[in-house]
């Protein structure tokens, strides 16, 4: 009886094993929880038009988006888990949503698996020039004069923007309205059609403000935009804490074969360090991610959920 257990062991594991080595055998279909035009949106097709040369098969981007992430979390729930459905997600919706919209029917921590890490942003916090406003000083001093006048666009509730920009306002003194909308896409549009005054911009609006359209007044990041040298960061000013939040990613259904999600890893992480793959990040003002086994990005995973659920309340978020 041992050695008929341990040969169904040995015949699993090769089916595994083949598996791996066949997929993709078919296109993939990849949903990505945002509309188009956000960053998550574009990054996936720089990447998917990568993987499809790379891999043989085309690799199909699904755009769900709504429901703070749901709708597309919902969707990969529903597949099989072998390896034809993939999420590519921003950190935020499967990070920072969970603890703002907490549905008790679907976990994605549970129902989906990481694995791997593309990359972060920053965020740049832009105006409509409408706003009588030239730089970061003269906009908090407008902001602080004018509380509950000011409304700032989101890709949505529990979004990295939208918690940047919960603790700028803490941390500033001041009080704006919050325009959620599902990518960044729509928060840009309306923004240069003067709908809102601001967005926490991940970088889609960089181009409208090089452009004249819009009004880059400060960086949420580490460091300055490099064509736009002058325009200083939130820490220069005596603002901490604020960032572009958590990785975007690829996560697969639970139960998708392990061997299929470490050459998913493999391939990605090869692609990451591509030139033309980098330029088009940094083009976005996108950081591309370091090198992260499926074990390292899920534990990261864990622990970043674990920093926004302690942080969600205290910016009373969803309350």
């Known amino acids: 009886m041992r050695n008929v257990i341990l040969a169904l062991c040995a015949a699993g594991a090769f089916s595994a094993a083949a598996h791996a080595q066949q997929w993709p055998a078919r296109p993939v279909r990849v949903i990505v929880n945002v509309a188009p035009g956000g960053v998550a949106d574009v990054t996936m097709r720089v990447l998917g038009a990568r993987l499809t040369e790379t891999m043989g098969q085309a690799f199909i981007v699904e755009n769900r988006a709504g429901g703070d992430g749901y709708i597309g979390f919902e969707a990969a729930a529903r597949s099989e888990p072998d390896g034809y459905t993939l999420v590519y997600s921003p950190g935020s919706s499967m990070m920072?949503?969970?603890?703002i919209v907490r549905r008790a029917d679907l976990d994605p921590l549970k129902v989906l698996t990481p694995v791997v890490a593309t990359g972060r942003v920053?965020?740049?916090?832009?105006t409509h020039p409408n706003l009588p406003v030239a730089n970061f000083a003269e906009f908090l001093s407008y902001a602080r004069a004018n509380p509950g006048k000011l409304n700032y666009g989101t890709p949505g509730n529990g979004t990295?923007?939208?918690?940047?920009?919960?603790?700028?306002?803490r941390e500033a003194k001041v009080k704006m309205n919050h325009v959620p909308y599902k990518g960044a896409g729509p928060a840009l549009k309306d923004l240069l059609g003067g709908v809102i005054d601001l967005t926490f911009d991940p970088g889609v609006g960089v181009a409208q403000a090089k452009a004249g359209k819009l009004r880059m007044i400060a960086v949420a990041g580490p460091q300055r935009h490099p064509e736009f040298p002058e325009v200083p960061t939130l820490a220069e000013n005596g603002i901490r804490g604020v960032d572009g939040g958590p990785h975007f990613g690829f996560y697969a259904p639970s139960g998708t074969p392990r061997p299929v999600i470490e050459r998913l890893n493999r391939e990605v992480a090869k692609l990451m360090q591509e030139p033309m793959v980098r330029e088009r990040f940094n083009a976005l003002a996108v950081e591309t991610a370091e090198p992260m086994s499926p074990e390292a990005f899920t534990a990261y995973v864990r622990a970043e959920s674990e920093r926004y659920a302690k942080l969600i309340p205290e910016l009373g978020i969803g309350q």
């Open 122 to 126: 920053s965020l740049y916090v832009l």
């Open 160 to 169: 990295s923007p939208h918690i940047a920009t919960e603790v700028f306002s």
């Open 96 to 99: 920072i949503a969970p603890h």
